[in-house]
T-cell receptor, first 111, second 114 residues
């Protein structure tokens, strides 16, 4: 049973557009929500992370929005570029404990 | 260069033939973990270790063994591989006990069991 549900499974966006990936969780004890980016043939790498005491975190073109009451968080990729084409995983953990990953979203940015 | 290495990168084997996938990190991390990645299921944790001689089961431990005799190494052992263990495997490491920290992943091992 997946503790973090991620959608959509895949998305296609035009260059310059906005990509949005959503995740939902049930365990209210989760206190750390990272996003990992994975390119083909590579291992995942940390992209951006948020703690539940803030509602939004922005790093460059990547923004996490966090809604604690709805138990949802999302990744927004602004001004999407072909180099952003990758698989994105949301994840959650509690008390520095193990990460539970979502199923992943494959993003394709068309030039 | 700080990194997690895995060997082999690709492996084709037959049912029942014991195999070991090695994992090594050079960042002096306490925490190490093994995941398998399957389409539509994301990354699922197999085993993890919070330090030398301390290991515990993750979400899908059946059919796997691990050991942590040295801080830098965390091998994954399949005593009797079966076709349902065909998957992409990742080793990861991170700091432990200092708050949430980035997990560093290895390049992956693609295993096929026929």
């Amino acid at each position: 049973q997946q503790q973090v549900k991620q959608s959509p499974q895949s998305l296609i966006v035009q260059k310059g557009g906005i990509s949005i990936i959503n995740c939902a969780y049930e365990n209210t004890a989760f206190d750390y929500f990272p996003w990992y980016q994975q390119f083909p043939g590579k291992g995942p790498a940390l992209l951006i992370a948020i703690r539940p005491d803030v509602s939004e975190k922005k790093e460059g073109r990547f923004t996490i929005s966090f809604n604690k009451s709805a138990k949802q968080f999302s990744l927004h990729i602004m001004d999407s570029q072909p180099g952003d084409s990758a698989t994105y995983f949301c994840a959650a953990s509690q008390n520095d404990y193990k990460l539970s990953f979502g199923a992943g979203t494959t993003v394709t940015v068309r030039a | 260069e700080a990194q997690v290495t895995q060997n082999p990168r690709y492996l084709i084997t037959v049912t029942g033939k014991k195999l070991t996938v090695t994992c090594s990190q050079n960042m002096n991390h306490e925490y190490m973990s093994w995941y398998r990645q399957d389409p539509g299921l994301g990354l699922r944790q197999i085993y993890y270790s919070m330090n030398v001689e301390v290991t515990d089961k993750g979400d899908v431990p059946e059919g796997y063994k691990v050991s942590r005799k040295e801080k830098r190494n965390f091998p994954l052992i399949l005593e009797s591989p079966s076709p349902n263990q065909t998957s992409l495997y990742f080793c990861a490491s991170s700091l432990w006990g200092t708050g949430p920290s980035e997990q560093y992943f290895g390049p992956g091992t693609r295993l096929t069991v026929t």
